[in-house]
């Protein structure tokens, strides 16, 4: 039974957790959204579509180039730091989390939900740190120089100076 949650967690990471986490914040965020009046962001619906479905699409682009990059056969088995992960440690939660939720807050047209989808980002820090251990533990010194130089979820436009 040990093993089986091992390998899962391996092959699943943070990604159960922060799904619930993201959730269960996001449904605060409605009943918030609910008891507050604020003006929504805009009246322009088609724009706010428009954004949505960009982001649903780009989305859908960085987890197929995420999922190109390290297959979840080799998930916690060997360390990637190419293709997606050469930009970020966490690709696939960095399409969901930098792209789809803002798209989504964005659509839902609402401040309460911009909110929200900013305060997932340190949620989802704090949950992939025990993720983080088991690669330091599994890859060790390759792991932690990889980790200097790449970020968790966004990536480091300009270089930095050594």
Known sequence: MKNLFADFRKTFGSGPAGVVA???????????NRQLDLPPLTDNQPLLNGIFIAAIVLTL???????????????GNR?????????????????????FNFGLAIWLNSYVYIAWALLLHPVW???????ERMMVATFGDDYREYRKRTRRFVPRFMKRSE
Not at 22 to 32: G, M, Q, R
Not at 61 to 75: E, F, G, Q
Not at 125 to 131: G, I, M, P
């Open 79 to 99: 360390l990637c730091t190419t293709g997606a992960f050469r930009y970020v440690r966490h690709p696939l939660y960095a399409a969901f989390l930098s792209v």
């Open 125 to 131: 820090h704090y949950l992939v740190l025990d993720e």
């Open 22 to 32: 993201s959730l269960v914040l996001l449904f605060i965020a409605y009943l918030i």
């Open 61 to 75: 682009v960085l987890i197929a180039w995420s999922l190109r990059s390290l297959p979840a056969a080799d998930r």
